[in-house]
Nanobody, 119 residues
């Protein structure tokens, strides 16, 4: 299984970035996908998630500014980030999660991509 993130970088406050996560080795359409982030000295936190059926949920900090989407044909999940703030600076991780419905859960993580927002 591989989750490969891309699209991170350095951006000024108020700017935008689009993160991508290309998945392989999983049945992508069956997995819930999520974006998490971890800032220095802080715990990893959920930013946004999208279910296999396309339902989305966002952290309060991301609502109205970030949009998660998925393209099952491309096995890719995206995070469109706009109106970025310095406090959005973190390593962003892609997550894939599959629940069989019988209590078995498989979960995978990408290697992370750095997002730095300058003031």
């Amino acid at each position: 299984v591989q989750l490969v993130e891309s699209g991170g970088g350095l951006v000024q406050a108020g700017g935008s970035l689009r993160l991508s996560c290309a998945a392989s080795g999983i049945i992508f359409r069956q997995n819930a996908m999520g974006w998490y982030r971890q800032a220095p000295g802080k715990q990893r936190e959920l930013v946004a998630a999208i279910s296999s059926g396309g339902n989305t949920n966002y952290a309060d900090s991301a609502k109205g500014r970030f949009t998660i989407s998925r393209d099952n044909a491309k096995n890719t999940v995206y995070l469109q980030m706009s109106s970025l703030k310095p406090e959005d600076t973190a390593v962003y991780y892609c997550n894939a999660r599959y629940s069989s419905g019988y209590g078995d859960v498989s979960e995978y993580w990408g290697q992370g991509t750095q997002v730095t927002v300058s003031s």
